[in-house]
């Protein structure tokens, strides 16, 4: 479903796509190889833990998805700016959850 609703917004011509996190690297890699423009995740509902929300960062760009809009889990995150920080490293550094994790706070 999430991979027809994702062709769809491309057909009607967005440039990107911004959609749900199937669960998986697996079926999200779905979503992403039958789409033409880049996809990327939102946040939705409260995560409960911040390892919860990089874990699924992680695994949507290991399933070819472009990026990121995180809302509600940065906006109500303890620490919003260390955790769009700790986001960008896995982003735009291609470090992993874990290693974010293993550095605590200081990431």
């Known amino acids: 479903m999430v991979k027809h609703a994702a062709r769809i917004g491309a057909e009607l011509g967005a440039d990107i796509v911004k959609t749900n996190y199937t669960g998986s690297p697996e079926t999200f890699k779905e ?33 070819g998805g472009r990026g990121v809009a995180i809302g509600r889990n940065v906006f109500q995150a303890e620490d919003p700016t260390g955790l769009v920080r700790r986001i960008s490293k896995i982003v735009h550094e291609g470090m992993t959850a874990e290693e974010i994790t293993s550095m605590g706070k200081n990431a």
């Open 31 to 63: 979503v992403v190889s039958g789409c033409p423009v880049p996809v990327i995740i939102a946040g939705g509902p409260k995560m409960g833990s911040e390892k919860e929300l990089l874990e699924m960062i992680e695994g949507s760009l290991e399933a």
